[in-house]
């Protein structure tokens, strides 16, 4: 059964629906009336934001909305009561005494409507994103992508100033491309913050020579901003664990790995702002999502093996079933929940102006770094355009020791994985396809308009 | 063109069997067999099937057929291109190119 000790002491998971939604409408409202959405699905279009949202109408009717990526989760089952149970967290519903055969995801990018008497809910996407198809795309066309780009990154920032007021702001910072713009951009339109970044000890004393950790040092330090170095023993990457499958909801190698990162990020957040003794939640911005609009993951090889495997498509298409990918695993958001500390992802707001670049663009050779160079420019070092790529789990190329080096070489590897979070939700292992599958959470398609 | 589900059957067996190196000698792979289920394609190969599905025969695939137990075996997901084909015939779907 579900261990309760798995849980950091301060956090109380309370049930429901417990990550903070960030939601900005069309008119400017952090509100959002699930009633008139339903009237009118263009309302939910126009919002912007990371939000799961259940709210009930004056005559018994159950409305639930999940955002365009699905970056909060949402899952519900239906009492007995003819009432649909909700939370962000899959396991909260199972320790209520639901099954998981019970259980379903709310896809995202969708509403569902609940009538009173009904017992299953009925499901409607709202909007999809457009993502650009092959074509010819010139210098000019990229410019005005870019100036999309900037604008939306101009919107989002607005409304994260307004939903963040008074909240000690911290950043992710690998020392890679898509966190140093992350960092650049919260630096010009919300000033000071906290950056925090993470290594893996690779030296006897607990410390670590890692190269992404001097260029993070380096941005902030030209950034003008307070530096928190994370490094983690291996033993504490490995007494995660049960944690990063607990919040993270998933089994799966790379997102666990990831999870791995953000629970000793989420830790160090914690530990660093309780010392402030602020009731108001810290919040995280991270330059999550800009691999899987980019289509930027390649795999990793370690000890002989590859890792990260990627079904064999075109750039585009894989952009497309990445994207679509992010509708499960809480790597992040449900990560730093555990800590108490909330999360928005920049670029994840701007999804649809990335998404519209050509899909045979983003195969050309350094396309990313050619677009952030567009957009960002000389705020962004060129030692941090020149970097190869850094992932946090990976390590860096100067120490090749993260988060996936550790689990491997105590053998935590995918079957693993697989068996300890089945024991950890008292399902089968051989049956966790059922409930992820193609990148999404399961969902009711009876109930599918 | 409305596509007939058998000749999408044959095609697409010949994929997963190639792609996933099923064994000819492999009794258990049938056109009925759950695919995810009985572990011939994993979540990664879901993807790649859904993608050749598309591109060999011009049909956007909804994300409902990954959950749809009827659409789990080559002759359900036959069944699911073939009833698309009929819609994009019909100009109910967008062909996709």
Redesign the interface.
Known sequence: MLQPDTKPASLMVDGGLCVRNFVRTSDGSEQLDLGACVENPALLRTTLGHFALHQTTADGTHLLARDLLGVNKLFYAIGEDGVPHCSNFWFELIRSGFSPDAIWSLPSGHFAVLECGRSRLRLERYASLTFGEDQEFSELDLERHVRCIQNRFCEVFQAIRDWSANQRIYISLSGGLDSTGIAVLTREHLGDFTAVAFAVADCAEGSSTSEDLIVAERVARELGVRLKTVVASREQVLESLDLALLYGQDWREFNVHCALVNVAVGRAIRQDHGACHSAVPPLLLTGDVMNELMADYAPVTYSGKQFYLLPRLSAGHLRRVLVAGLDSGDREIGIMRSFGIDEIQPYALCAPAYAALPGSWLSKPRAKQALAQAIFGKRIPEYVYARPKTRAQEGSSSTGTGTLTVCIDEGIDAHWLKRRFGELFCIDPSSLQRFIRGGFYRFDTSGKK | MILNAQPVADQLAAFVRERFQISASDANFTYDVHL??Q?YV???????I??FLEGQFGVRIP??A???EDRASINGLAGLVAQLSAEVENGKQLYV?
């Open positions: 995810w289920e572990s994993d979540s990664i190969g879901v993807l790649e859904l993608a994300e409902d990954l959950f749809e190119t």
